[in-house]
């Protein structure tokens, strides 16, 4: 007999991600790093000097919009972590990382005000949130986490 249909499933699922507490911590750091500053990169055209010929969209200070998404993505990159250390979670460095980016290029470029900075951490948490709760979800055939 061939392999069964759930051993495909848990093969392309991707892995539990085990290891000290250390290890996790700086998985978590440099994800983060990574999306803030590569959204900080991307936006570089519509911050920086003009001289493309684009005239800068919102001038004002960087660094809070770069703490916020700084601290949305340590968070996001958590809590897709921990899943990911109990079951297999599809590309949780690549969520966390597009998540993070996202919302920093997008706020860099735009400078929202803070009620409208804070719907998008919300919703940039809340699909970080979705994506563990579908890889928690009971998985028939799938072995319990270890504690």
Same mark, same amino acid.
């Given at each position: 007999?061939?392999?069964?249909?759930?051993?495909?499933?848990?093969?392309?699922?991707?892995?539990?991600?085990?290891?000290?507490?250390?290890?996790?911590?700086?998985?978590?750091?440099?994800?983060?790093?990574?999306?803030?500053?590569?959204?900080?990169?991307?936006?570089?055209?519509?911050?920086?000097?003009?001289?493309?010929?684009?005239?800068?969209? @919102? *001038?004002?200070?960087?660094?809070?919009?770069?703490? +916020?998404? !700084?601290?949305? &993505?340590?968070?996001?990159?958590? %809590? =897709? #972590?921990?899943?990911?250390?109990?079951?297999?979670?599809?590309?949780?460095?690549?969520?966390?990382?597009?998540?993070?980016?996202?919302?920093?290029?997008?706020?860099?470029?735009?400078?929202?005000? @803070? *009620?409208?900075?804070?719907?998008?951490?919300?919703? +940039?948490? !809340?699909?970080? &949130?979705?994506?563990?709760?579908? %890889? =928690? #979800?009971?998985?028939?055939?799938?072995?319990?986490?270890?504690?």
């Amino acid at each position: 007999m061939g392999p069964s249909a759930g051993d495909d499933l848990d093969e392309s699922e991707g892995e539990v991600l085990t290891g000290p507490l250390w290890r996790h911590a700086l998985w978590v750091v440099g994800v983060t790093a990574l999306g803030v500053g590569f959204g900080w990169f991307s936006a570089l055209s519509r911050i920086g000097p003009d001289e493309y010929g684009l005239p800068v969209i @919102a *001038p004002g200070p960087l660094l809070p919009y770069l703490a +916020a998404w !700084t601290v949305v &993505g340590l968070l996001a990159a958590t %809590a =897709l #972590r921990a899943a990911a250390a109990r079951v297999p979670v599809y590309a949780p460095g690549a969520v966390a990382f597009g998540l993070t980016c996202l919302g920093t290029r997008v706020s860099l470029g735009w400078r929202p005000e @803070a *009620p409208l900075l804070g719907t998008l951490a919300a919703v +940039a948490l !809340t699909a970080a &949130g979705a994506w563990c709760l579908i %890889a =928690l #979800r009971p998985v028939p055939g799938r072995r319990p986490a270890r504690s």
